[in-house]
T-cell receptor, first 110, second 115 residues
Framework: DQQVKQNSPSLSVQEGRISILNCDYT??????FLWYKKYPAEGPTFLIS?????DKNEDGRFTVFLNKSAKHLSLHIVPSQPGDSAVYFC?????????FGTGTRLQVFP | DAGVIQSPRHEVTEMGQEVTLRCKPI?????LFWYRQTMMRGLELLIY????????DSGMPEDRFSAKMPNASFSTLKIQPSEPRDSAVYFC?????????????FGPGTRLTVT
């Protein structure tokens, strides 16, 4: 049973526009959420995180929003750049371990 | 720091053979995780260690899979015997629990192909 779900396997966005990646979770006990970015032939790298006591966290072009009542989080990238093309994983923290979603492949085209 | 090191980067083997994947975590990190990435299931946690002790192996798919961490700087994931459905990318990650972000640092992965 997938506790963390990314229902969109892929997303294509034009350079300069906003990219919005979505993630849903089922366990209300999760208290910390992270986004990871993965390029081909590399391991995932940490991008941004948010605690459950917040509803927004911003880092440069990247903003993560958390809606606890809906058990939903999203990652906004503004403006999108070709170098942002990668697979993005959301993850939820639960007692020492991270539970990952299946990933969304973002393609940013010129 | 060199980051998390995994070897080999690619492994091609025949069904029934034993496969051993290796990982060197970042020095000083006290948690080590083994993941498997597939298209259908994304990143699955197989097992993790804290201070070299296995804590949770509930993600290990079958008895054919085993993992060890003999010391703080080395871990292995072994598959014996291997099957074609084990073909995937296997990642090792390490972390320092005391960091507030719960961030994990991943190695580059081992792409395993079982024919």
């Amino acid at each position: 049973d997938q506790q963390v779900k990314q229902n969109s396997p892929s997303l294509s966005v034009q350079e300069g526009r906003i990219s919005i990646l979505n993630c849903d979770y089922t366990n209300s006990m999760f208290d910390y959420f992270l986004w990871y970015k993965k390029y081909p032939a590399e391991g995932p790298t940490f991008l941004i995180s948010i605690s459950s006591i917040k509803d927004k966290n911003e880092d440069g072009r990247f903003t993560v929003f958390l809606n606890k009542s809906a058990k939903h989080l999203s990652l906004h990238i503004v403006p999108s750049q070709p170098g942002d093309s990668a697979v993005y994983f959301c993850a939820a923290y639960n007692t020492d371990k991270l539970i990952f979603g299946t990933g969304t492949r973002l393609q940013v085209f010129p | 720091d060199a980051g998390v090191i995994q070897s080999p980067r690619h492994e091609v083997t025949e069904m029934g053979q034993e496969v051993t994947l290796r990982c060197k975590p970042i020095s000083g990190h006290d948690y080590l995780f083994w993941y498997r990435q597939t298209m259908m299931r994304g990143l699955e946690l197989l097992i993790y260690f804290n201070n070299n002790v296995p804590i949770d192996d509930s993600g290990m798919p079958e008895d054919r899979f085993s993992a060890k961490m003999p010391n703080a700087s080395f871990s292995t994931l072994k598959i014996q015997p291997s099957e074609p459905r084990d073909s995937a990318v296997y990642f090792c990650a390490s972390s320092l629990r005391r960091r507030p972000t719960y961030e994990q640092y991943f190695g580059p992965g081992t792409r395993l192909t079982v024919t």
